[in-house]
């Protein structure tokens, strides 16, 4: 069984920065792809980001194109999701995600097949 734990969250103003990181730890079997989902007050869970075992194929929720960057480090067992001109639409919970693939360049977006979950990082963008 994988630990993912996620942290970097905080309160920021409009416009700011913040850098999100997820530690994966336990058995990994195989490639892994990583999401980043948020969840805000009032709102569904959305899916925001995800990357591929290999760091080579990212995805992301059309908002958040341009100012959200998503990397890994697998030396480290870690990712990240580089946030920038953060907005107040953007506060959320910020979940990150683990499910194994068969290829390396997989990345998922569905998050039904997502296996272990973080526990979670407020991100809260206000002035």
């Known amino acids: 069984q994988l630990q993912l734990v996620d942290s970097g969250g905080g309160l920021v103003q409009p416009g700011g920065s913040l850098r999100l990181s997820c530690v994966v730890s336990g058995f990994t079997l195989d490639y892994y792809s990583i999401g980043w989902f948020r969840h805000a007050p009032g709102k569904e869970r959305e899916w925001v980001s995800c990357i591929s075992s290999s760091g080579g194929n990212t995805n992301y929720l059309d908002s958040v194109k341009g100012r959200f960057t998503i990397s890994r480090d697998n030396a480290k067992n870690t990712v990240y999701l580089q946030m920038n001109s953060l907005k107040p639409e953007d506060t959320a919970i910020y979940y990150c995600?683990?499910?194994?693939?068969?290829?390396?360049?997989?990345?998922?977006?569905?998050?039904?097949?997502?296996?272990?979950w973080g526990q979670g990082t407020q991100v809260t963008v206000s002035s």
């Open positions: 995600a683990e499910v194994h693939t068969t290829l390396q360049a997989m990345c998922v977006i569905r998050a039904r097949k997502y296996d272990y």
